[in-house]
């Protein structure tokens, strides 16, 4: 599933698109839509888009050709931390500025029963494909952490699978974990997109594989990839803790972690491009933009 931009100034127009590229324009203007529609008709999303999908004009365009929008506008984005090794040893590194020699609250929250969550992002805040993430002003040691995102609905259950960018200050978590807040969460620092998987058509959501790269004046500067399997929880743990004596609205998204972080060296740099690529669901490309430089 994914929205694109018809028309300067007209609402974004919400499509499925077929394993071939072509598109097929949906009657609903969201995710949201089609989860209460499909709800009323006792029927699955996937089920009602299969269904529309029989006997509704394709577009003339591929997808490729499109220009999209953000995938949902998520009310609110939440993200889980420390799920994988490599976050943990990065986040250790960052708090103990390399002297790995105690146990440190990275340690315990990867071994604990409750996992880290936090409040990542706004729909105003969030960003869509080829949109620019800003950079903040007060740091100097900054990355990309793509991560797979759960897309719920008000119960918490998964509907369906995006990507997205949780952009992130590694001095400003390191000086001092009470400023997490501040080192995840500021204007256009999360990305999502470029499309919506619905999650009953994916056969194994622990087996998808993620890339990122970052170029820096059209050259490769960084890149890693890495696969779901290498999570330490499951999804439903970590939607259980969130949905827990909690609102939760239809189309929130619930990113779960990152597993590629870049050397210790890198930190992002105005005009690099990030692309985070999940197989079966995109590549979702952003421009990072410092507040003091225009484009
Ligand atoms: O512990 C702080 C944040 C962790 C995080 O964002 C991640 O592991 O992806
Ligand atoms: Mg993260």
Do not use: H
Not at 29 to 56: F, N, Y
Not at 146 to 159: K, R
Not at 206 to 228: D, Q, W
Request: aromatic share 8%; with cysteine.
């Amino acid at each position: 599933l994914v929205r694109y931009i018809e028309a300067e100034g007209k609402p974004p127009v919400f499509a499925a698109c077929t394993e071939e590229g072509q598109v097929v324009p949906l009657p609903q203007d969201g995710i949201q839509a089609l989860i209460r529609q499909a709800r009323s008709e006792r029927v699955t999303p996937l089920e009602w888009v299969r269904k529309w999908m029989r006997t509704a004009p394709r577009l003339e365009a591929s997808e490729e050709q499109l220009r999209l929008a953000v995938p949902l506008v998520a009310p609110e984005v939440w993200a889980a931390g420390v799920t994988y090794a490599r976050s943990r040893d990065a986040r250790n590194y960052e708090a103990t500025g390399g002297k790995l020699d105690a146990t440190t609250f990275y340690d315990k929250v990867y071994d604990a029963p409750r996992p880290e969550l936090f409040l990542k992002s706004t729909a105003a805040r969030t960003v869509g494909p080829e949109e620019e993430m800003l950079l903040r002003s007060d740091s100097n040691w900054q990355i990309p952490e793509p991560e797979l995102g759960l897309v719920l609905d008000g119960d918490g259950a998964i509907v369906g699978y995006t990507a997205g960018n949780d952009l992130s200050c590694r001095d400003i978590e390191g000086e001092n974990p009470l400023y997490l807040p501040q080192a995840k969460v500021w204007k256009r620092s999360c990305s999502l997109g470029p499309a919506i998987v619905l999650a009953e058509s994916v056969e194994d959501p622990y087996r998808f594989e993620l890339a990122c790269r970052i170029y820096r004046g059209g050259a490769l500067v960084s890149e890693g990839t890495a696969s779901t399997g290498q999570l330490k929880r499951r999804f439903d743990e970590l939607v259980a803790y969130l949905i827990r004596d909690n609102d939760t609205f239809d189309g929130n998204v619930l990113l779960t972690g990152t597993c590629i972080v870049p050397p210790n060296a890198f930190t992002l740099q105005n005009g690099d491009v990030v692309e985070i690529e999940i197989g079966g669901i995109g590549t979702l490309r952003n421009t990072m933009r410092s507040p003091t430089q225009n484009a």
